[in-house]
C-alpha cells in the first residue's frame, strides 16, 4: 500500500471523527438517566410533579374579591375558569416572549403582558403575540376556603 502523507493525515482524521460520532449521538439525546451523583432534574412545572404536595396561594374570598391571585414569590397565578367558575385556573404568569409578568385583566377574562402587549388565554394559550408559547400551567383546588396550587 502506497500511503503519502496527505493520504495518512486524511485516514487519521476519518478515524478521528468516526470516534467522536458516539458520543456526540449521546450527548444530543434526550432521554437521559441520572446517575447517583446528580440529582434528578426538577419538572418543567408543577403540573408535572408529584401529586399530593399543594401550596396555599391565598383564600376563596380574597380570590373572588381580587379577581385573581398571585403567590407571594409571583410564580403562580390563579384565577376562576371564565368556562365554568366552580373550576380554578393556574399558570406561571412570566411572559414566554420576555419574561415579563402577565396581569389578569378580568374584563377581557386573559392575561396581558405588559412589555409587548402578547395576550393570553385564562388556561395559560397563546390569544396573541408576539409570545408564542403559552404559560406553563398548575394544577389547582379549593380546599377548606383555601386556594391550593400543586408545587
Known sequence: MNLNRR???SWFGLGWLASLLPSSLIGCSEATTPTAS???PAPESVAAAPSGSFKAIGTVAQLDKAGS???D???IAVVRDPQDAKKLLAVNPTCT?????VAWTA???????PC??????????VNRGPADKPLKRYI???ENGQVLVSV
Open 69 to 71: 391571585l398571585l403567590s
Open 73 to 75: 414569590d409571583k410564580q
Open 116 to 125: 409587548h402587549d402578547a395576550k393570553f388565554g385564562a388556561n395559560g394559550a
Open 140 to 142: 389547582a383546588k379549593i
Open 38 to 40: 446528580s440529582p434528578a
Open 7 to 9: 493520504k495518512l493525515l
Open 107 to 113: 374584563a377581557s377574562k386573559e392575561f396581558l403582558c
Open 97 to 101: 416572549h420576555n419574561g415579563c409578568t
